[in-house]
C-alpha cells in the first residue's frame, strides 16, 4: 500500500532541544494526523489538521497543515525524556471513508 | 476521549491454529473499524475496513478467507487470522472514529502481537 514520505527516520537530541520533523506525499490529503507510538502499544492522537494552512499546538507540540495539502510539519520543543518514541504523520484523502496513509515514522531518542 | 480496547494484547498460537482478536469501542459506537498490520521496525499497513452489518472491505493483497473480519455490533469488531503461520507473526491493531463526523480522528487499540511458531 502507499506510504507517506516522513523524515527524518530517526533522530538523536539532547533533552531540552527542538525537534522538527516532516511528512511529504504526491497527492493531496484533506486531513492530517499526527501519532506518537510507544513499544508495544498502538498509536495515540497528538495533533489533528482540518485546514490548509492550519497550525495547531498540543502544549509543547505544534504542527502545520501545509499549503499545497501534500505536506504536514511536526515541531516538539523543549524535548524530555518522555518525548522518546516513533512518531508517525497519517493523511486520509477525500472520499476514502477514514482510510488512513500512515507515514514511514520517525523514532525520536532524547539522552540527557 | 475516545476509548478502543483490543483483546488479547499478545497470543502465542501454533503453526496451522486459529486465532481471534477483538476490538471494542468503549465509550462511543463504531460503524466503522480498521484493522491494520505492522511488521517490526515499520509503518501501519491498513489490511481492512470492517463494517457493522456488512462484509469487510480488504486492501488489496489481503486474503479475506485468511483474515475473517466480523462486525456484529456497534462496539465489537473480530479478526480472525485463520490457519495460521510464521509469517502471519506481527502486530495487529485496530482503529474506529472517535465521533459521528467524517473528520473526527481515528482512535488506536494498543494492538495485539501476535507469534504464530
Known amino acids: 500500500g502507499q506510504q507517506l514520505n516522513q523524515s527524518p527516520q530517526s533522530m538523536f537530541i539532547q533533552e531540552g532541544e527542538d525537534v522538527s520533523m516532516n511528512c511529504t506525499s504526491s497527492s493531496i490529503f484533506n486531513t492530517w494526523l499526527w501519532y506518537k507510538q510507544e513499544p508495544g502499544e498502538g498509536p495515540v492522537l497528538l495533533i489533528a489538521?482540518?485546514?490548509?494552512?492550519e497550525l495547531t499546538s498540543n502544549g509543547r507540540l505544534t504542527a502545520q497543515f501545509g499549503i499545497t495539502r501534500k505536506d504536514s510539519f511536526l515541531n516538539i520543543s523543549a524535548s524530555i525524556p518522555s518525548d522518546v518514541g516513533i512518531y508517525f504523520c497519517?493523511?486520509?484523502?477525500?472520499?476514502?471513508?477514514?482510510?488512513?496513509?500512515f507515514g514511514t515514522g520517525t523514532r525520536l531518542q532524547v539522552t540527557l | 476521549g475516545a476509548v478502543v480496547s483490543q483483546h488479547p494484547s499478545r497470543v502465542i498460537c501454533k503453526s496451522g491454529t486459529s486465532v481471534k482478536i477483538e476490538c471494542r469501542s468503549l465509550?462511543?459506537?463504531?460503524?466503522?473499524m480498521f484493522w491494520y498490520r505492522q511488521f517490526p521496525k515499520q509503518s501501519l499497513m491498513l489490511m481492512a475496513t470492517s463494517n457493522e452489518g456488512s462484509k469487510a472491505t480488504y486492501e488489496q493483497g489481503v486474503e479475506k478467507d485468511k483474515f475473517l473480519i466480523n462486525h456484529a455490533s456497534l462496539t465489537l469488531s473480530t479478526l480472525t487470522v485463520t490457519s495460521a503461520h510464521p509469517e502471519d507473526s506481527s502486530f495487529y491493531i485496530c482503529?474506529?472514529?472517535?465521533?459521528?463526523?467524517?473528520?473526527?480522528?481515528?482512535?488506536f487499540g494498543n494492538g495485539t502481537r501476535l507469534t504464530v511458531t
Open positions: 465509550d462511543f459506537q463504531a460503524t466503522t
Open positions: 497519517a493523511g486520509q484523502a477525500a472520499g476514502t471513508a477514514s482510510k488512513l496513509t
Open positions: 482503529s474506529a472514529r472517535g465521533g459521528v463526523s467524517y473528520n473526527s480522528p481515528l482512535h
Open positions: 489538521l482540518y485546514k490548509a494552512g
